[in-house]
Each structure stands twice: as C-alpha cells, then as structure tokens.
C-alpha cells in the first residue's frame, strides 16, 4: 500500500489555502486506498506553538491520518547519511558562492533562467581553501543532466530544470530539495499533492529520487488560493485563518464547506465530498479568496448558531 502526505511548515496558523490543499491531499490519498501521512517540516523557521496549533487546525477539518508524525529535525542523521553516501560516488561539491553571486552569474548572457551556473563546481583545492577563508561552504549536487521529465496528474508531462542544487546550507541545515526526497522515499509515499508553485522543483526532487533508488512519487500539483491581486495568500490578506474566522463566530464546519465549495464537491461532510471526487473534475484556475465575502456569506448562519 502506498501512501500520501501533508507536509506543513510549523511556521505559523495554517491559512485557508494551506488547509484546501489539506483537503485535497486527503481526497487524493483516500480515494486511491492509500494511507494518508503527516510530516511536520521543520529545518526552517519554527515559531513556538505552532505545531500544535497547526494540529488542531487539521482535526477541526475532520482530517485524519495513519503512522506516526514525522519531524524532520528529527532525522537529521539520516540526512547526513545519504549525502555522504552520494559524496562518495564524486557526486557533491562545496560551493562558496552567496546569493549576490548567483543572481549575478544568473543574469550573465546566456545563463539558463534559474539555474545555478556551476561557478564551484570545478575548482581546484588551492581554490576552495581560499574561499573558505572567506565563506563557509555548502554543498551542491554534482547533476549530470540538465532536465528531467515528471508526470503530474493535472499539469501532464512537464519537462523541467535540473542543475547542481544545494543538498547541504552553508548553515549546516539540509535543503529542502533533500529532505522530502528522503522522507518521501523512507515513508513510501507515492503521492505528493501540494501547491502548484512547488511543480517547477518535481523535476529536480525526481532526479535525485532515481540517483538514490527511490521511486519517483506520482505529482498532482494544485491550483493555490490567491489574494484580489493574484498573489499568492498569505495571513496579512486578513480574516484567512481558522482562528480569524472564529473569533468571528464561523465554525470548523463552515470553514470545510468553503474549502469543499471552491473544489466544486458536496459541503456536507468529507465522506459526500470523497464519493464525488474525480481529479479531472477539479477547477484549473487559483482559487481568488475576498475574506469580506466569505465571512458576510457565512455570518448570517454563524449567529444563528451562537
């Protein structure tokens, strides 16, 4: 049996976008028979009490999950363990650059858009020590191809960039682009459902899932929720969080059905919204979210209810 996740940041509240891509995440891994795993990543920014505020959040949706929680902070050693791994097959290198260097190097004539342009990859050990004086190092994949090609459920085939990515930060934190590698494979899971503006890292992410034996994991990456200015939603936008909505008397309920309506499936409950569920049937667009509207909608029923 394989298995699906959500994987939030322990950042802050969960927002009305992060909770529909909950949903949908959930729908997903339910309606192919698949357990549905939490992970919590936390190699980042980390505010205090977040976690468990993020936890209630999802119960009061009605979300449920198998296994155990996962903390990525948890498993730094295993992280470790596969870079030296591929350390040792000459795939990783130190890299001094900073991020000034990069843009710069980025933006040079013929730069390819977005990748890093290999300015360390080829230097010699009288090289890196004099950069080390300067900077600590991190370390980069060494790739050895410059695209890779992953199937996503609604995108289709998409052929994106691969170059040598930061495995390990100079701060000594592994990347991103490591981390759900490795948990994804450990874990089993096979599905990963998450926001659209993440398609463009799958490639990568795959790549190095087939450089470490690990199945490549079959994507669905879905519209996000975005703000009247198209920008992607975020808790300054206002009355998007479940603790905004009820201070002002709207329940978990009321909230679910929102979510369940802006995906075009029943608001009655998560069960008559798994019966329905058909992926190709999902809207293609961002999902543009007006709290006034949401919460003039749902205030008449909200007082009812007090």
Known sequence: MGAGRYAPSPSGPLHLGNLRTAILAWLFARSTSRQFLLRIEDLDRVRSGAEEMQLKELAALGLDF?????RQHERLDTYQQIIASLAERGMVYECFCSRKDIAEAASAPHAAPGAYPGTCRNLTDVQRAERAKVRPAALRLRAETASFTVHDELAGEYRGLVDDFVLL?????????????????????????????????????????????????EYAHVPLAVNDKGQRLAKRDGSVTLEDLFEKGIDADQVRGILLESLGLPTSSLDAALRAFDPARLPREPWVVRPDEIVHQLMPDASKNR
Not at 66 to 70: F, K
Request: glycine share 10%; no cysteine.
């Open 169 to 217: 930060r100079n701060d000594g934190a592994p990347s991103y682009n490591l981390a759900v590698v490795v948990d994804d494979g450990h874990f089993g899971i096979d599905q990963v459902v998450r926001g659209d503006d993440l398609l463009s890292s799958a490639p990568r992410q795959a790549y190095l899932a087939s450089l470490l034996s690990l199945p490549v994991p």
């Open 66 to 70: 198998d296994g155990p929680l996962v």
